[in-house]
């Protein structure tokens, strides 16, 4: 969780990542937000993977 947690404060800054996690809903989570998908027992790195594609994160970031 910690590398997850640094990799989304790295893309989207210390304090959107948070903002971002909370409220961005998202198709791909099944509806869910990044911390609800993750809460329902989603694996971080998968939850990443819906992240670095839907925000179409540059492939040196992933």
Do not use: I
């Not at 404060?9 to 990044?34: I, Q």
């Not at 925000?55 to 040196?60: C, E, H, L, T």
């Amino acid at each position: 969780m910690t590398v997850f947690w640094q990799r989304m404060a790295d893309h989207f800054g210390p304090g959107y990542a948070d903002t971002f996690a909370r409220d961005h809903v998202m198709s791909e989570l099944g509806g869910r937000t990044v911390l609800e998908a993750l809460d329902a027992g989603w694996a971080a790195k998968d939850v990443w993977r819906v992240v670095c594609t839907v925000m179409n994160v540059p492939q040196d970031r992933r």
